[in-house]
């Protein structure tokens, strides 16, 4: 009957993390199991907050604004703010960048364990119609006896410790790695827990997908320009067909697609964005760091490796290519030339 076919044996994020703990996983320590589950919350309570926001936008239910009556937060400083408390409450975040606030936080009674990087709700201008949205976040530890400071952050990417990001789509998904491989989880609402879905996700090693916005390339330069043009003409690889062209606007939404399809996601510089558009820390970083460990690559306009760079500053940009590895070869044999 029925009951058969229930798995019982389900696998909660939270004993995938102490199972990779148990088992000496790199990075995945009781720390990281107790900022996880902090984690884990401010995801569960954002997607619960913007799935309740748009029906509340949409129908002006009673009660739309606070108490106070003031207007509406806009959602990402909800998202800032619901993330901002659950790091604070994580008791073990020390540092924290959030896209929504130009100065780096500090929380100071907090023992100096991690350092958070984190754009709370990415792609937020497409709520309003509905598209996938998410929150993107990158780990790094504290450098020993640090009471908290940008130097914490301001880091060669290759010292991140944990990437993550949890997309707000028709479910909620959650995508992790700390550093040994990649896994997907996926919110059961019911349970309200993340279920692992994509254990050990390893993306395709090419797929005829380009994912840029074309309405930039007046601006790119040349050499750019043509590479997107010859990925238009028929592949002598690809029983000569052209490569396909995807874009959301939303990078979680790109971005997640890639993984799980393969392809190209790019964001290059271009006349009105010099150092790109995309921030290093908590979108860069932490998509390069996902998109290697499922066996892909992440380079900028020049070729560099990302996790190679260090941001200047809290908010550095970079231009980024990231995808399946034989797709970002094609760029990088282009640039080669
Ligand atoms: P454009 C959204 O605003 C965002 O930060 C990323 O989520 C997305 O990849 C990019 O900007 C889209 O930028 O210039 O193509 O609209």
């Given at each position: 009957d029925s009951a058969e076919s229930i798995n019982t044996d389900i696998i909660t994020l939270s004993r995938f993390i102490l199972e990779s703990q148990r088992y000496g996983a790199k990075n995945a320590t009781g720390e990281f199991s107790l900022l996880l589950n902090s984690l884990q919350f401010a995801f569960k309570f954002i997607s619960q907050t913007i799935r309740r926001a748009e029906l509340v936008n949409l129908i002006g239910l009673?009660?739309?604004?606070?108490?106070?009556?003031?207007?509406?937060k806009k959602l990402d400083v909800l998202g800032d703010e619901i993330f901002i408390n659950a790091m604070r409450a994580s008791g073990n975040v020390k540092v924290l960048v959030s896209e929504e606030q130009e100065e780096l936080l500090v929380f100071r009674n907090n023992p100096a364990t991690y350092a958070v990087c984190c754009d709370p709700i990415d792609g937020s201008s497409n709520l309003d119609a509905g598209v996938s949205v998410g929150t993107i976040v990158s780990l790094f530890k504290i450098l020993p006896d640090s009471q908290g400071s940008?130097?914490?952050?301001?880091?060669?990417?290759?010292?991140?410790?944990?990437?993550?990001?949890?997309?707000?789509?028709?479910?909620?998904?959650?995508?992790l790695t700390t550093g040994s491989g990649v896994n997907g989880f996926t919110l059961d609402t019911n349970l309200g827990e993340f279920i692992l879905t994509y254990p050990e996700l390893r993306m395709p090693l090419e797929h005829p997908i380009y994912s840029v916005n074309e309405g930039n390339s007046v601006y790119w330069e040349n050499s750019i320009q043509q590479f997107f043009e010859e990925l238009k003409a028929p592949q002598p690889d690809l029983q000569n067909k052209p490569y396909s062209s995807r874009y959301i606007g939303s990078m979680v939404a790109d971005v997640h697609r890639t993984l799980l399809y393969g392809g190209l996601f790019a964001y290059p510089c271009d006349r009105k964005n010099r150092d790109g558009k995309l921030r290093l820390l908590y979108e860069a970083f932490p998509m390069a760091f996902l998109v290697e460990q499922a066996g892909g690559k992440a380079v900028n306009d020049r070729g560099e490796r990302i996790l190679d760079l260090t941001p200047d500053h809290?908010?550095?940009?970079?231009?980024?290519w990231l995808g399946s590895s034989h797709d970002v070869d094609k760029y990088l044999k282009h640039i080669a030339q």
């Open positions: 009673a009660g739309a604004s606070n108490a106070t009556g003031d207007q509406q940008t130097s914490d952050v301001l880091r060669c990417g290759r010292e991140m410790v944990a990437a993550c990001y949890a997309m707000y789509g028709a479910s909620t998904h959650l995508m809290i908010h550095a940009k970079s231009s980024i």
